[in-house]
């Protein structure tokens, strides 16, 4: 049974510092996804990484995906109030023979981002 | 614009009666799944289509069902809903070989 774990689940930071989060998986993977969610909202599609040494980049967050140590970090840079949210990891199982695979996902990290 | 489409977005029930839950996708995709995210959790998927083939998470109870008459709508029934069952119900789509799911907006099922 593939699992993920986030950590932490809950993050309180000020603007302007540097943060990461963490995500580890069980069992090996191809697939690795962070999605971003507000209060509810449905899920945002932030990055998705592919292979092991991936590292993808937009605004101030930043994702790296190490598929031999099943563990994949979003990097939050110079922290602002509008990053404020819950961030989910998700990992889909290896694919088999093309088949359609659904995503299992950590337990989310509560962002909150003090002024 | 091509998308992922779930109705209705707020859907209230009663405890015990059939209430069905709708998605539609304009992007043509393959593949199509339906995630439960109860209050404070991670989304938890239920049930997938590939194409016609239907595949059934081992843990997702019966009460729950499934229904994919072409390859743009699917439907999530609940025979009978219980207080447990209030959630947000996440349908979303991936064309077969790609790799990103799309997510519609949710449905959110309220049982009173």
């Known amino acids: 049974e593939l699992k993920v774990e986030q950590n932490p689940l809950f993050l309180s930071m000020q603007e302007g510092k540097n943060y990461t989060i963490y995500c580890n998986y069980s069992t090996t993977s191809d697939r690795l996804y962070w999605y971003r969610q507000d209060p509810g909202k449905s899920l945002e599609s932030l990055f998705v990484?592919?292979?092991?040494?991936a590292v993808k980049q937009e605004g101030r967050l930043m994702a790296s995906l190490d598929t031999k140590a099943r563990l994949s970090t979003l990097h939050i840079t110079a922290a602002v109030h509008d990053l404020s949210a819950t961030y989910f990891c998700a990992v889909a199982a290896l694919y088999s023979g093309g088949g359609a695979d659904g995503l299992t996902f950590g337990k989310g990290t509560h962002l909150i981002i003090q002024p | 614009d091509a998308m992922v489409i779930q109705n209705p977005r707020y859907q209230v029930t009663q405890f015990g009666k059939p209430v069905t839950l709708s998605c539609s996708q304009t992007l043509n995709h393959n593949v199509m799944y339906w995630y439960q995210q109860k209050s404070s959790q991670a989304p938890k998927l239920l049930f997938h289509y590939y194409d016609k083939d239907f595949n059934n998470e081992a843990d997702t109870p019966d009460n729950f069902q499934s229904r994919r008459p072409n390859t743009s709508f699917c439907f999530l029934d609940i025979r009978s809903p219980g207080l447990g069952d209030a959630a947000m119900y996440l349908c979303?789509?991936?064309?077969?070989?790609?790799?990103?799911?799309?997510f519609g907006p949710g449905t959110r099922l309220t049982v009173l």
């Open positions: 990484l592919l292979s092991n040494g």
């Open positions: 979303a789509s991936r064309r077969g070989g790609g790799n990103e799911q799309f």
